[in-house]
């Protein structure tokens, strides 16, 4: 499994467009990049996933550059509500590994 | 939008002593996990379960764990004999399947507390 590394932390405030990068250097050729957002005592719940380019739902935008060795979570104008604990996954046939995320904090 | 449902949200245990952790997954998934999250810590995979067997499991899940579907709809977590160090928030999850690009939907957990 490839690993990945992202900002232990990031602040925003309300309105702003909050982008998380993960980078991924040994990501294999059939990896996918998945995204999972954690809200205190709750389960993690999956945002967006993607293979290359763009990709964009009612939630987030995913980039990924040619080389998909990095990828950016891209949140539009984040509320309060955003603040949790967001993780990059790579290629996880399955079982999911997580790592330590980002804990996004939003302020007002 | 369907769930994955999980029972009791809290448990309180002496050390010692077994629980049983229960979990619906969704219904058209064929996929079942147990993670857990000691706090302030991040999420750990403990075992995968598809076609009544477990398919993988992590170094976490030994002896004192098992898994069991035991009819159509539930998938339980049995912790044998307690420990202190068991104390954390265990998660079911489900996926339809688990190829590349999986994506499972889990729970919201079950806080394990053991005195």
């Known amino acids: 499994l490839a690993k990945t590394t992202q900002p232990i932390s990031m602040d925003s405030y309300e309105g702003q467009e909050v982008n998380i990068t993960c980078s991924h250097n040994n990501i294999a050729t059939n990896d996918y990049i998945t995204w999972y957002q954690q809200f205190p005592s709750q389960g993690p719940r999956f945002i967006i996933q993607g293979y290359k380019t763009k990709v964009t739902n009612e939630v987030a935008s995913l980039f990924i550059p040619a080389d998909r060795k990095s990828s950016t979570l891209s949140l539009p104008r984040v509320s309060l509500s955003d603040t949790a604990v967001y993780y990059c996954?790579?290629?996880?046939?399955?079982?999911?590994?997580f790592g330590q995320g980002t804990e996004l904090s939003v302020k007002p | 939008e369907p769930e994955v449902t999980q029972t009791p949200s809290h448990q309180v245990t002496q050390m010692g002593q077994e629980v049983i952790l229960r979990c619906v997954p969704i219904s058209n998934h064929l996929y079942f996990y147990w993670y857990r999250q000691i706090l302030g810590q991040k999420v750990e995979f403990l075992v995968s379960?598809?076609?009544?067997?477990?398919?993988?499991k992590s170094e976490i899940f030994d002896d004192q764990f098992s898994v069991e579907r035991p009819d159509g709809s539930n998938f339980t977590l049995k912790i044998r004999s307690t420990k202190l160090e068991d104390s954390a928030m265990y998660f079911c999850a489900s996926s339809e399947w688990a190829g590349e690009n999986t994506e499972a939907f889990f729970g919201q957990g079950t806080r394990l507390t053991v005195v």
């Open positions: 996954l790579v290629g996880s046939q399955g079982k999911l590994i």
């Open positions: 379960f598809y076609n009544n067997e477990i398919s993988e």
